[in-house]
Each structure stands twice: as structure tokens, then as C-alpha cells.
């Protein structure tokens, strides 16, 4: 069954769309009218994954998902206090060293946890929070977030400690099909500037891209770039050895804004990000 080429959405019981009438020489006004005959894609749950937070001040939040090939599905975001992350065993609970915690975990096609790895800080007042999730062919996960103060990004028995002079520095790191660690990079920033990975795309051969903001001067491997706006939005590609390949920076007014949300990969080697802008 085809679904309808012009825009669709649901309301009540009925298809509806816009579509813009009027002669191509003229100013197009969108008007509503029913789509007969047309269907709307269906949502259907059949599976709900529920991570359980203990504590008052517990809570725990999903801010990226990916699935792979067979059906696993990986999550990143944060956690303070206590978190099960297994649904099978509320009793196995891991506790967020720092103000907040980064967490990635995998589950399967039908709910149950495959692994759960913890970026645990090094400190009281270390903030972790992972964004933005990716898979490659072999089964490697990209993460990309913000933290702040130092972190451990080893979630196994080795440490790998990253510092952030800023109030919140980028993170970028790969793990293996296990959620082991393979390497973490971070962008140094200035001191009081906010920057944060907010989209990943993984890249076949070539690494994985991230965007996100930047509102300090930072440096990106060995390039430093500058921030002329309030906040700049950019662009960054990081081969699969964890080197940075080059970096795109918008380059705004005084008082500008601009950020990155969302970026997709071309066969080519080119990139398609979304985001905004003022000024």
C-alpha cells in the first residue's frame, strides 16, 4: 500500500492535508480538504521499554535512539541517583557518581538488556549527559553529548579521564559491539562558553559527523576556530580512529545565534545539517 505524496496528518478518524492552490504566477495559500481513499501510516507499540529511577531526586532521560540491523536498540542520554536499567531485575541498580551521569545502553528487538555502560565522574560536581547515538556496520556505537568538570569515559575497569576548563565542553567516543570503550575525544573550549554535540551521523568508511554549538572558542583536534556571534553552529568529521578529518564553524554578527540539530551523510562525502539561526 502506497502512502500519499502530499503532506499527511492525523485528525480524529480523518486523513487530512495541505496542498497549495492558485495559479503559479500567484502568491499559493495552503488550504485543508480530505484526502479520500488515502492511508495514513499506523503506529503500532508492541514493545515498551520502561527504565526505572529510585529516590526522590532519581530520574533518569533518553535523549537519543538508534537501531541497527537486527532490530537492537541503543540509548543515550543521563541519569542521576539511582537507575535499573535492565527491566527483567528492578533490584540491579547503578548509581550516578557526580551531579549527573552520561549513560549508553543496548536492548534487544524484544526489550531485554544486552549492556548498559555508565560515564561516571570523577568528582561530585561532574555532569554528564549523552545526545546523539549511532551504529556502524560492525556493530561500533557513536555517542556524542556535553559534560562538564572531569569524567571518566571508560565505562570499564580502565580510566580514561577527560577535563572540561568550560562550563560544558563536547564529547565524542566510540564504543565496541559491547559497550566497551574504543577511544573519547572531546573539543576544549573557554572558560564559561557552553558547547555541546547535539546530531551524529555515521558515515560508511569515513568515521561518523557531529553538530551541534559552540558559543567560545574551541578547538577541535588541532583546529582551533573562533565564535564571533552569541553562539555559532558547526559541523566536525571524526574518522574511525578517532581523528578529526576538518571542521565547519558558521560565522555570525554580533549578538547572533546558531545551532545544529540534525545532520545526514551523502554517498559523496558531503553533509546535510538542519538547525536555526538569528540574526
Known amino acids: 500500500t502506497s502512502i500519499a505524496s502530499d503532506p499527511v496528518a492525523l ?44 529516590g526522590s531526586l532519581a530520574d533518569v532521560k533518553v535523549n537519543g535512539t538508534a537501531i541497527d540491523s537486527a532490530g537492537n536498540l541503543f540509548v543515550t542520554g543521563s541519569f542521576r541517583g539511582s537507575v535499573g536499567f535492565d527491566p527483567a531485575n528492578s533490584t540491579a541498580t547503578t548509581a550516578s557518581v557526580g551531579s549527573r551521569g552520561a549513560f549508553v545502553a543496548s536492548y534487544s528487538s524484544s526489550g531485554g538488556l544486552r549492556w548498559s555502560s555508565v560515564l561516571a565522574g570523577a568528582d561530585g560536581s561532574a555532569v554528564g549527559q549523552g545526545t546523539a547515538i549511532g551504529i ?120 547572533s545565534t546558531a545551532e545544529i540539530h540534525g545532520i545526514a551523510a551523502n554517498p559523496d562525502g558531503s553533509a546535510v545539517a538542519v538547525g536555526f539561526f538569528k540574526g
Open 136 to 255: 556502524d556496520s560492525g556493530g561500533n556505537v557513536y555517542v556524542t553529548g556535553s559534560f562538564s568538570g572531569m569524567v571518566d569515559f571508560d565505562p570499564g575497569n580502565a580510566s580514561t579521564l577527560l577535563s572540561s576548563p568550560s562550563r560544558t565542553d563536547i564529547f565524542i567516543l566510540k564504543l565496541n559491539a559491547g559497550g566497551g570503550l574504543i577511544w573519547a575525544r572531546d573539543v576544549a573550549g573557554t572558560l564559561n562558553s557552553v558547547n555541546q554535540g547535539d546530531a551524529l551521523t555515521v558515515e560508511a568508511n569515513r568515521g561518523v559527523l557531529v553538530g551541534g554549538v559552540v558559543t567560545g572558542a574551541a578547538t577541535f583536534g588541532s583546529q582551533a576556530v573562533a565564535v564571533v556571534g552569541l553562539s555559532e553552529a558547526f559541523v566536525t568529521r571524526v574518522d574511525p580512529l578517532g581523528n578529526f578529518v576538518w571542521t565547519t564553524v558558521t560565522s555570525g554578527g554580533n549578538g
Open 11 to 54: 485528525v480524529g478518524a480523518k486523513v487530512v492535508g495541505f496542498r497549495a492552490r492558485g495559479r503559479s504566477n500567484r502568491r499559493r495559500r495552503p488550504t485543508l480538504e480530505t484526502l479520500e481513499g488515502r492511508l495514513a501510516p499506523a503506529l503500532d507499540f508492541t514493545a515498551t521499554l520502561t527504565l526505572g529511577a529510585s
